[in-house]
Structures are given as C-alpha cells and as structure tokens.
C-alpha cells in the first residue's frame, strides 16, 4: 500500500470549521476565586483515592489567569474556532441564589478575547462540573436539577447570546450519568446503576428543555449536544459475545440517539436494565427528542465488547486491546478507521444533519526536549491520521463541518490527574509555560496551508 501522505488543508471545504477543545475544570484553576462555589470535581479530587496522585483542579492551567495566552496560541495556529465550557459554580453558589456577577464578567472577558482573535466561541454548559449544593440535594438524580440547570442555562444565554451563537448543551452525557453514578470513577464517585440511569434521564431532558430558551434568548443560535460514542465490534463470533454486543450498543450508543431521534429509549435495553429504569413523566420524551441544529460526536477509539456473565447489569464489558496493538499511553486503542465507521453509522441510523467532530485526540506522555521542543510524534501521527480518516468520512457523504482537537493545552484528565497529557501545547505545572508541540506545530501548518500542506496544494 502507498506510504500514508498527510492530508492538507484543501482536502477540506473552505467553510470546514477548525478549533480545539478544552473545558472550565480542566484548566482554569482559582477554584477559590472570585465568589466561585465549590464543584462535585472539587469534592472528589480532595477525598483520598480518587484521583491519580492526589492531583486537584486548584491551580490546573490557571487558564482563569493566563486566558488570554491560551487564546494567542490557538489564533497563531491558525484556528478559527474554540470550544470551551462554562464552570456553573462560578455562576451561582446556592439554590435560588443570585448569577454571580465577577463569574458572569469572566465569560464575557473570554469570549471578548476569542472574537477579538478571530475564534469563534462555542460554548459546552455543562462539562462536568456540577455545584456541589445541587450534588447535597441529589445532583442529577433529582429532578430539580433540571430547573437549576435551566436557569443557568436562561442566565448565560442572555449575557453571552449577543456574542455566543454556538451552543452544546451537555459534554458526553454517558460520562456525567455512567462513570459518575455507576463507575464510581469520577464526580460525584456514586455506584448505583438505577441512580445512573435516572441521572441520565435528567440530563437529557435538561438538554432537551434548554434547546428552545436558548432559541428563545438568542434567535440565531446553533444548539446541539456532545456524545462521547465509539464504533463497537464483538470481542468473537459466538453468539454470546454477539449478544452481548448488542447489550453494550443498546446502552452505549441507542439510549442517547435513540431518545434524541425521537424513538424513545430502546425497549431491549429497557427490558434488560428491569427495575433500574428511569422514571419518566409525560412529556419527558418529546422534550428530550427536540429537534437540534447539529450533533457533536467526541470520537477517541473503538470498543470491543465481550460477554461477561456477573460483571454488572448487562454482562458485557469492553476487552483489552489485543496484544500488541497499536495503543495510546493510556492504553485506548489507535484507530482512525473507526472515526468513518462510526460516523457512516450515525449516518446511516439517525440522519442527524450537520455534525462537528466535538472532541478527537491521544494521550501521549510527551518530554521536553533540552532545547524546550515537545517532539510528539505519536499525537501528530493520530491526528493527521484520523484527519486523512475524517475526509473520507466527508467524501462518504457524511455532512461533518467542522472539527476540534481535544486539547489546546494539556489539562487535568479527571481521575488520572496531570500525568495524562492531550494537548497541542504542552504545559510546565511548576512554571506555568506554554510550548507548542510538534503536533501543535503540524496543525497550525496545516491550518495556515504552509510547508507540505502548502506543496501539496499547489501541486
Ligand atoms: C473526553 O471523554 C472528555 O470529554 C474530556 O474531558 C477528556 O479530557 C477527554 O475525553 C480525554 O479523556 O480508560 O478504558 O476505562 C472521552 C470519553 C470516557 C473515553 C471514559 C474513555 C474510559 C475508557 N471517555 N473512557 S477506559
């Protein structure tokens, strides 16, 4: 086969939307500051055992501070857009409390700075970060969380729709309701599979309800949500691990689109989780299936799924990668195949419209070179390649407009703290430095037509 060619920059529509992701926990830091409240994310990372090393979002990338250096870096690389997230304890701290208004300047300062770079501000309302008050009142299994949530919603949309048409509701449900209430892995660490089920019930429907009041506060805005999704394969042929494919699909990837699509949630999948059901109310289910005006797909690896009898509510888990495959430093498998797969997939199931890869990237433990270069040949190789991947997705016939690499900077990753690194630019916790890495040099080339891109497209 030809050796692999990089793709360039007019491989892709001239309108094709180019950025990154990050999101508030992850790097803003000044946790204490400014009358912010604490999160579920605070709460975890303090009690023992929960995250890698003991790390916490404290200080992170300070990015509360050094913001206007992180957007510098994403203009110089050419980008034109950024996904950030809004952290809601920096915008109310009690129930029936007033928006806090040192919180509600902050996002107007940041996205001031993103128009006035020329990126354009896509804003995630809720990536994790929940106030820890709400958490003391039953966090998303209580249905009043909707409400808080909606308020929040109403409060940002009007401050920021003037300049903010972009709109993600939710940042990878599955994650907030699954490894948060079930897994136990992350905030607020619960392990109780009917409360996760009913946590994604809620914020489902809060997704659904917060499309039409953000319409209504910003007439022109966009709205979608993030899915985090993978393609799924059975680990062999039986007919039980077969099943127990269609066990995992039915929870990991139906029981959001389905409910979205307007299909409700999948009777197998009802039948299979018994008791654990959500209580649904009248009403929920048109509520959740409001029509959205993209889909964002977060695409990382695919899974593969085995039967495994007693291993929780659905007997099915995902398998280790084979040995000796091609993996990333956190063990996620590198495959760029699977981002057509799967895209062709959703195509093919849901007819979504327009859809924004949302997040894509790899976990590399990267060094600083003596000279400062961060030569991350790993992460530059999964993105040109899931790049070369996302084009002939779009050469399929699947209407995807835009992409955002995750991450812009290295941040906290959750329950593995700093060690894990995803960024374009490679961050110093002791000096707070920025470096853009090899990865980061390559996109911005790209990006800006330059170098081989720039060869390529004049050939
Ligand atoms: C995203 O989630 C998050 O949105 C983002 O905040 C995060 O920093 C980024 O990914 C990188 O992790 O380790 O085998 O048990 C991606 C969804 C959910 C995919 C957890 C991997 C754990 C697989 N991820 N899942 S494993």
Redesign the pocket.
């Known amino acids: 086969c030809p050796a692999f060619q990089a793709p360039v920059r007019s491989d892709f529509a001239d309108d094709f939307l180019w950025g990154s992701a990050t999101?508030s926990y992850?790097i803003e830091g000044a946790t204490g500051e400014d009358g912010r409240a604490e999160s579920i994310w605070d709460r975890f990372a303090a009690t023992p055992g929960k995250v890698r090393d003991g790390a916490t979002g404290q200080v992170a990338c300070d990015h509360y501070h050094r913001w206007p250096q992180d957007l510098d870096l994403a203009r110089d690389m050419g980008m034109r857009a950024y996904r950030f997230s809004i952290a809601w304890p920096r915008i109310f701290s009690a129930v029936g409390g007033a928006p806090n208004q040192k919180g509600l300047d902050f996002y107007s300062r940041l996205v001031d700075g993103m128009l006035e770079r020329g990126l354009q501000p896509w804003a995630t309302l809720y990536?994790?970060d929940l106030p820890q008050y709400l958490q003391d009142e039953g966090g998303w299994n209580a249905r009043a969380t909707v409400d808080a949530y909606l308020e929040f919603a109403d409060v940002m949309t009007r401050r920021l729709g003037d300049r903010v048409k972009h709109w993600i509701t939710h940042?990878?449900p599955?994650?907030t309701a699954i490894?948060g209430n079930y897994e136990g892995?992350h905030a607020p660490g619960l392990t109780d599979f009917k409360t996760a089920l009913q946590v994604c019930h809620h914020v489902l429907l809060s997704h659904g309800k917060a499309v039409p009041l953000i319409r209504a506060n910003v007439p022109d805005a966009q709205v979608g949500i993030?899915l985090?999704l993978?393609p799924v394969r059975a680990a062999g042929d039986s007919a039980a691990d077969q099943a127990a494919l269609a066990r995992h699909d039915g929870l990991r990837y139906r029981w959001f689109l389905d409910p979205l699509f307007g299909r409700g949630y999948p009777q197998a999948t009802l039948d299979q989780v018994g008791a654990a059901a959500p209580r649904v109310e009248d009403g929920d289910m048109a509520a959740i299936a409001v029509a959205t005006d993209f889909l964002g797909v977060?695409y990382?690896?695919p899974e593969t799924i085995q039967d495994a009898p007693g291993s929780g509510p659905l007997n099915a888990v995902?398998a280790a990668p084979e040995a000796g495959s091609e993996t990333t430093a956190?063990?996620?498998p590198v495959a760029p195949d699977g981002l057509p797969e799967l895209l062709a997939r959703i195509e093919a199931d849901y007819h979504p419209g327009p859809i924004y890869i949302t997040?894509n990237?790899s976990?590399y433990d990267d060094t600083v070179e003596a000279d400062g270069a961060v030569l991350d040949v790993g992460r530059r190789d999964y993105l040109q390649r899931h790049l070369a991947a996302l084009k002939q997705a779009i050469d399929g016939g699947v209407p995807v407009k835009g992409y955002f690499a995750?991450?812009l900077i290295d941040?906290f990753?959750?329950a593995?703290g700093y060690r894990?690194r995803?960024g374009l630019v490679h961050v110093d916790y002791t000096t707070q430095q920025r470096r853009l890495k090899a990865s980061g040099q390559w996109y911005g080339q790209f990006l800006k037509r330059e170098g081989n891109a720039k060869s390529r497209a004049e050939s």
């Open positions: 999101s992850q990536h994790w940042n990878e599955w994650c490894i892995l993030a985090s993978h977060n990382y690896f995902v956190l063990g996620w997040e990237g976990c995750w991450s941040n990753e959750w593995e894990r995803f």
